[in-house]
């Protein structure tokens, strides 16, 4: 049987019981946060880690890695941060698929990377957990996907979505995107480092 790396399970266990904690009774977010607690029971393959050298330059992650990481690891998700961090290498970070060369603050503004799921760390299909990371200032494209999804703050920014103003989740709040809804989010002033949880 496979069995998933020490620093995997770690942040896994404390990502998914972060999201129980902030979860209200009865929500959608406390039960996708259930369903990934059932699946992830089931290892998936290990997969490729990180390409060396990574396929195209990404100026964000030499930028505004470190010191998103370093915010997330005294934020209010402080203990996801810190079991976050030594993930952080082996992560294959990307531009999202499509994404406009034209739009340059964005081009250049964000990388996202998949830990479990397609290309992540662990590969699997049943469910897509992964992290996004901006530069300050910097607005993700309006997008949308057919699971539903559960965002994680590790550091300030605002969400939105097509039934949804733009919203701060705060230090306690947990963002919930249901199936196939046009939504978006940005940074502030701070560099910009988000989970997002997707059972498929
Ligand atoms: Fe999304």
Redesign the pocket.
């Known amino acids: 049987m496979t069995t998933r790396p020490a620093d995997l399970s770690h942040f896994l266990l404390g990502a998914l019981a972060e999201l129980a904690h902030r979860a209200p009774a009865g929500s959608p977010e406390l039960a996708v946060s259930r369903t990934l607690v059932s699946r992830i029971k089931t290892v998936g393959q290990p997969g490729q880690g990180a390409p060396e050298p990574l396929p195209e330059p990404l100026p964000v992650v030499d930028r505004w890695l470190g010191p998103a990481s370093e915010l997330a690891r005294t934020g209010p998700a402080a203990a996801v941060g810190i079991a976050l961090a030594p993930l952080l290498p082996c992560l294959a970070f990307r531009r999202r698929k499509g994404a406009d060369p034209a739009n340059a603050a964005f081009y250049d503004g964000h990388a996202n990377a998949m830990i479990l799921g397609p290309g992540g760390i662990e590969e699997r299909g049943d469910l897509w957990i992964g992290l996004t990371l901006m530069a300050p200032g910097t607005l993700y494209v309006d997008?949308d996907?057919p699971p539903e999804?559960v965002y994680l703050a590790l550091t300030p920014g605002e969400w939105w979505n097509a039934r949804m103003d733009w919203t701060d989740p705060g230090p306690e709040g947990l963002i919930y995107?249901p199936p196939g809804i046009r939504?978006a989010m940005r940074a502030g002033a701070t560099p910009f480092l988000a989970l997002?949880f997707l059972p498929i």
């Open positions: 997008h996907h999804e995107n939504h997002w």
